[in-house]
């Protein structure tokens, strides 16, 4: 028995979906021309879809689990359930005019051509704000359509804004923030929601060992406190006498997004000879 996962053939998510099944240990090699594989170690068959198209399969079954956006999920609705935020494919479904095009406020958009690949979510947003305006939908290269008279505004992706940028844009609103998430069939039977058990276990090991750093540092022994205080680790810092007397080597883990804040106030306390080291799994 096989749990069937769909992930984008070619395009944002592709990497990032292929490298994430690999840090679980599952080997997988990326789609070419064939675009269903067995993974080699692990009871998982891979989809190699376009993006558009995963929500449907999921739906209906035929693939038991994908990797979307939630920009798509939610253009497309349908009845999958999201099982975990995956942390990649970030970026924002953002509405955009004309440089120099004064803009007040989502009113001054009525009655305009808005150009969109997510008529769905368009839609729902205007109508939140009471907002009548003309869709077009046009499945990509959206950012061209202001300057060939297509459209007054385009509603697309953004993450750099170097797109909109280029094309001589700028964004007004935000319609939704996206990332990439895992989605699963509703009716999944109890052998594949027992390998998707596994699944996730590794998925969060991965998550929470990109999120933490393993450091190691020497500190005399009358800083020790104030050390341990800034670096409480998992259970507590492990503390090993260096050779020279009245020092110390600690080593603990530390979350990425305080590690700046943290390296500083670690100096300041008298750390010295910091490494800091990626690590692989982390299981809590
Ligand atoms: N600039 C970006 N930065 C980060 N993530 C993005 C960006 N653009 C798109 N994404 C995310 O990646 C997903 C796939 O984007 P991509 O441009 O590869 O889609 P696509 O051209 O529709 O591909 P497909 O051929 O599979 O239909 C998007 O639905 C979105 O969730
Ligand atoms: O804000 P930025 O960093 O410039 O990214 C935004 C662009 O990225 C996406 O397109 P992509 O490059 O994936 O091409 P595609 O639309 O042809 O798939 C999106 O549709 C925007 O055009
Ligand atoms: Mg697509």
Not at 232 to 251: F, I
Request: charged share 25%; net charge negative.
């Amino acid at each position: 028995m096989n749990l069937r996962i769909a992930i984008q053939k070619s395009g944002r998510l592709s990497e990032d979906s292929l490298r994430l099944l690999n840090d679980c240990g599952i080997s997988v090699k990326s789609a070419g021309s064939k675009l269903r594989t067995q993974a080699e170690n692990f009871p998982v068959e891979v989809y190699f879809l376009r993006d558009d198209d995963i929500p449907q399969y999921v739906q209906d079954g035929v693939a038991d689990i994908g990797v979307v956006g939630e920009n798509v999920l939610y253009e497309k609705c349908k009845n999958v359930e999201v099982v975990k935020p995956l942390g990649f494919g970030k970026c924002r479904l953002a509405l955009a005019v004309p440089r120099g095009v004064e803009y007040g406020s989502v009113a001054s958009l009525e009655g305009r051509r808005i150009a969109t690949s997510y008529p769905f979510l368009l839609e729902s947003f205007l109508r939140q704000h009471r907002v009548e305006a003309e869709i077009h939908e046009i499945s990509g290269s959206v950012e061209i359509a202001p300057g060939i008279g297509l459209a007054d505004a385009v509603c697309d992706l953004v993450s750099s804004g170097s797109t909109l940028f280029m094309n001589g844009l700028q964004e007004v609103e935000t319609i939704l923030e996206s990332q990439a998430v895992l989605v699963k069939n509703t009716e999944l039977e109890n052998s594949k929601e027992i390998i998707l058990r596994k699944l996730l276990f590794r998925i969060d090991s991965v998550q929470a060992a990109r999120r933490n750093k393993y450091i190691l540092l020497n500190a005399p022994n009358d800083a020790l406190d104030e050390i341990f205080a800034l670096l409480p680790g998992m259970k507590s810092p492990t503390v090993l006498p260096l050779a020279e007397e009245g020092w110390s080597s600690v080593h603990s883990v530390l979350p990425e997004e305080e590690f700046w804040e943290k390296i500083e106030a670690l100096k300041y306390a008298g750390a010295q000879g910091i490494l800091v080291v990626p690590i692989e799994k982390m299981i809590q």
